[in-house]
C-alpha cells in the first residue's frame, strides 16, 4: 500500500486520484502546505502530490521538499507548457504531470515520481521539525544551484547549431552548479563514446580516451538508466575504472531519441565536501534536460543540413522560387527570384510578403487565406518592368511555394506556355510531398507537451516523426540528385550482364509483388561505354516503373537486342497501361499520375539516356500494359 498526500486547493483532484489509483493506496488530503508540513512530521508518507493552483506551486514544493526530502513529489500542472514543466523538476520534483490526465498517466508518473526512493534508514534520521520559512542559507544556496542550472537550459538555445560550445558550456556549467573540480561530456561518435567537451581534464585524457556501448560505464548506464557513483558501485569495477580515468565520481545517461547516446560526468567538490542528495538528483535532473537538448541540437543541424540541400536543388531550378511561410513572412529565395524580382533575399528574408511587391503579394495571401492554388497567374508589375506569371501551390499550416518567370518575348512564350505542366506539377508535388508529412509531425508536436508522458505516445511519437523526416529528407535528395549533374566515368561492359546484375537486385521484390520475370538476352552480347552506376540507375527508374504499374501482380519482361549502331533495352509489362493524354508527358520532371512520389523517376532515366548519347521512349502501351525502349550506341570499335 502507498500513502499518497495531496496538496490542493480543492478536494476534487484528491477525489479524482482515488478514482485512477488501487484501492489499496491511502489517499490524504491537505488544503494548504503548512498544514501538510504538519502531517509529514507526524507520519510516513510514500509520495506528495501538488496541484500548482492558486498559492501553491513552486512555493509549496520547496516547503515540502525542505521538511520531507525523502518524499517523491509529483506536481500536477494546469499550465502543460514544457517550460513549467521542466522548472518544476528542476526546482526538486520527481514527476510532473499536465492536466488534464488519464488514469493510465496518472499511475505512470506516480510510478515514475516513486522510483527512485531513499532508504528507510535515512528517512528515520531526519529530524521531526517544522520547515524555517524565514531566511535560511542553506535552503538559499540550493536554489542557487537550481537558478544556475536554469540559466544554463535558457541558454543553451543560443548554441544549437555549435555541438562543440554546446558541450563545452554545459561542462563549464557543470564546474559551477556542483563546485566540482572537474567535469567532462561524452558523446556518441562514429559507434563509439569520445568526451566532446570537458572542464579539468587534460589533453592526453580527453583525446584518447574511447568507450563503448558493450562494456564499462556505458553498459552500466543502458542497463540501469541511473547516477552511477564510482565509490558505491563495487560490482561494476570496469565501469567504475573508466570513470577512475575520467577523475570523475557521478556518470548520469545522456538519452536522445529513447536510447543511451552519452553520458555526463563529474568529479570531487572542489571543497572537499560530500555530495547530498539534492546534488545528485539535481545533476541526474540536469541530465535529462540536457538529453532533450543535444537531441533538439541534432534535430536543428539535420533541418538545417536539408534546408542547405533544398535550397541547392532551388537554386538550379530555372525558374524563380520563393517560400511565404503561413506568417505572410519570406522563408526562403532563390538566387532566380532575386534576378526576376531584382531584390536581395537578405532584405526581404523575415519580413512581410509584401516586400515582393503587391501583385505579388495579392496571389500568395489568396492562397493563404483559401487554400487554393493559383496556377499560371499572371499580372504586370513595374518594378520589373514586365509580366510575371506565378504558379502558388499550398503547404497547410506551412504556408505556400511560389514558383514563377518573367513572361518572354511571344516567341518564345509560345514554348513557355507549352512549359507549364511542368511548373504546375513542380510547385504541386513539392507541396504535397513536404506538406503531407509536416502534418503528421506538426499533429505530434503539438501533443507532445501534454501526452509525453506516454510511454506509448513517446514510442509513436518518435516512430512517425523519424519515418516522416526520412520522407522529407527522401524528397530532398531526390530533388538534389536530378538537379546536380555528376560527371559520367565511362568503361565498357557488356550490356547482357549489366542488365542481368539489374534484374538480379530485383529478385526479391518481384517475388514479392507476384511478378514473374521473362528475359531475353542479345546473342552477340553488345558492348557500351557507360557509367555503370548512373545507366544501372536509370535501368531502375524504368523497371520500378512497370512493377507499380502491375499492383496485382503480372509479368515482366526484359530484353536486350542489337539494332544497326545502337544497343537496345526493351521492357514490357502486363500493367494497367498510360492514358493516351498523359503518355507525351510522361517524362517531363515532376509530372505524375500516381498518389505518392515527385514524378522524376521516368524523367531521371531519360536524362542519364542523353547523357550517355542515346534515348528513351514509351513504344506502345494500352490496358494490356506497356513497352519502354532504351537505345544507347554501341561501343566504337566493338564487334
Same mark, same amino acid.
Given at each position: ?46 509520495? $506528495? ?5 492558486? #498559492? *501553491?506551486? =513552486? /512555493?509549496?514544493? @520547496?516547503?515540502? &521538499? ?126 563509439? $563514446? ?5 572542464? #579539468? *581534464?587534460? =589533453? /592526453?585524457?580527453? @583525446?584518447?580516451? &574511447? ?429
Amino acid at each position: 500500500m502507498n500513502v499518497i498526500l495531496v496538496i490542493a486547493d480543492e478536494r476534487a483532484i484528491c477525489e479524482a486520484m482515488r478514482a485512477a489509483l488501487p484501492e489499496t493506496d491511502l489517499i490524504l488530503f491537505e488544503a494548504g502546505a503548512e498544514k501538510a508540513v504538519r502531517r509529514l512530521n507526524t507520519m510516513q508518507v510514500d509520495a $506528495v502530490v501538488i496541484d500548482d493552483g492558486p #498559492g *501553491l506551486g =513552486a /512555493q509549496a514544493l @520547496g516547503v515540502v &521538499l525542505e521538511a520531507a526530502p525523502w518524499a517523491a513529489v509529483l506536481v500536477l500542472s494546469g499550465r502543460g507548457d514544457s517550460e513549467t514543466l521542466a522548472n518544476y523538476t528542476l526546482a526538486g520534483a520527481r514527476a510532473c504531470l499536465p492536466k488534464p490526465f488519464s488514469c493510465e498517466a496518472l499511475r505512470a508518473a506516480l510510478d515514475r515520481a516513486m522510483r527512485p526512493r531513499v532508504p528507510l534508514a535515512a528517512r528515520e534520521s531526519r529530524p521531526h521539525r517544522l520547515p524555517a520559512f524565514d531566511h535560511d542559507p542553506v535552503r538559499e544556496a540550493g536554489v542557487g544551484r537550481h537558478q544556475m542550472a536554469l540559466r544554463w537550459v535558457g541558454r543553451a538555445s543560443n548554441y544549437l547549431d555549435d555541438p562543440k560550445r554546446l558541450g563545452q558550456s554545459l561542462a563549464d556549467a557543470l564546474v559551477d552548479i556542483f563546485d566540482t573540480v572537474r567535469s567532462a561530456v561524452l558523446l556518441e561518435t562514429n559507434s563509439h $563514446v569520445r568526451v566532446v567537451a570537458s572542464q #579539468g *581534464l587534460s =589533453a /592526453q585524457v580527453t @583525446g584518447s580516451l &574511447l568507450l563503448g556501448f558493450g562494456s564499462g560505464i556505458m553498459r552500466w548506464l543502458e542497463e540501469n538508466g541511473c547516477l552511477f557513483d564510482r565509490l558505491l558501485q563495487a560490482g561494476a569495477a570496469e565501469a567504475a575504472k573508466e570513470l577512475q580515468i575520467l577523475g570523475a565520481r557521478f556518470a548520469v545517461p545522456l538519452v536522445c531519441a529513447g536510447r543511451v547516446c552519452g553520458a555526463l560526468a563529474i568529479g570531487e567538490k572542489a571543497s572537499g565536501a560530500e555530495y547530498t542528495m539534492e546534488d545528485r538528483e539535481l545533476f541526474t535532473v540536469l541530465a535529462r534536460c540536457a538529453s532533450g537538448i543535444f537531441e533538439r541540437s541534432q534535430s536543428h543541424r539535420d533541418a538545417s543540413h536539408r534546408h542547405h540541400r533544398l535550397n541547392t536543388v532551388f537554386a538550379h531550378v530555372p525558374a524563380g522560387v520563393v517560400v511565404v511561410a503561413a506568417n505572410k513572412t519570406v522563408a526562403m529565395m532563390n538566387q532566380q527570384a532575386e534576378s526576376i524580382l531584382r531584390l536581395r533575399a537578405v532584405d526581404v528574408l523575415g519580413r512581410s510578403v509584401q516586400k515582393l511587391g503587391s501583385g505579388f503579394a495579392d496571389a500568395v495571401l489568396r492562397t493563404l487565406s483559401d487554400g487554393q492554388p493559383r496556377v499560371n497567374h499572371a499580372f504586370h508589375d513595374p518594378a520589373v518592368n514586365g509580366t510575371l506569371q506565378l504558379n502558388v501551390a499550398p503547404m497547410g499550416a506551412d504556408g505556400v511555394v511560389v514558383l514563377f518567370s518573367k513572361a518572354a518575348e511571344p516567341t518564345v512564350q509560345a514554348r513557355e506556355v507549352a512549359y507549364s505542366p511542368f511548373w504546375e506539377h513542380l510547385a504541386g508535388r513539392v507541396a504535397q510531398e513536404i506538406k503531407n508529412p509536416m502534418v503528421a509531425i506538426n499533429t505530434f508536436a503539438q501533443l507532445l507537451p501534454r501526452k509525453y508522458d506516454s510511454e506509448d505516445f513517446r514510442d509513436a511519437f518518435s516512430s512517425v516523426v523519424q519515418k516522416e523526416v526520412q520522407r522529407i529528407n527522401s524528397v530532398v535528395e531526390t530533388l538534389f540528385d536530378f538537379a546536380r549533374k555528376p560527371e559520367l566515368i565511362l568503361r565498357r561492359v557488356n550490356l547482357n550482364e549489366t542488365v542481368r546484375a539489374v534484374l538480379h537486385s530485383f529478385e526479391d521484390e518481384l517475388a514479392r509483388r507476384a511478378i514473374k520475370l521473362q528475359a531475353e538476352w542479345e546473342p552477340t552480347s553488345p558492348e557500351a561505354d557507360l557509367d555503370v552506376s548512373q545507366f544501372r540507375h536509370a535501368i531502375e527508374q524504368v523497371l520500378r516503373n512497370s512493377m507499380d504499374a502491375m499492383p496485382g501482380g503480372g509479368t515482366l519482361k526484359v530484353a536486350t537486342r542489337r539494332k544497326d549502331d545502337a544497343c537496345q533495352i526493351v521492357i514490357n509489362d502486363t500493367g494497367t497501361g498510360i492514358p493516351p493524354g498523359d503518355a507525351p508527358n510522361i517524362f517531363m520532371p515532376f509530372y505524375s499520375t500516381k498518389e505518392h512520389g515527385m514524378g522524376l523517376g521516368l524523367a531521371t532515366a531519360a536524362r542519364i539516356a542523353q547523357e550517355h548519347a542515346g534515348d528513351i521512349n514509351l513504344a506502345e502501351s494500352s490496358e494490356k500494359g506497356s513497352t519502354f525502349v532504351i537505345s544507347i550506341p554501341v561501343a566504337a570499335n566493338a564487334s
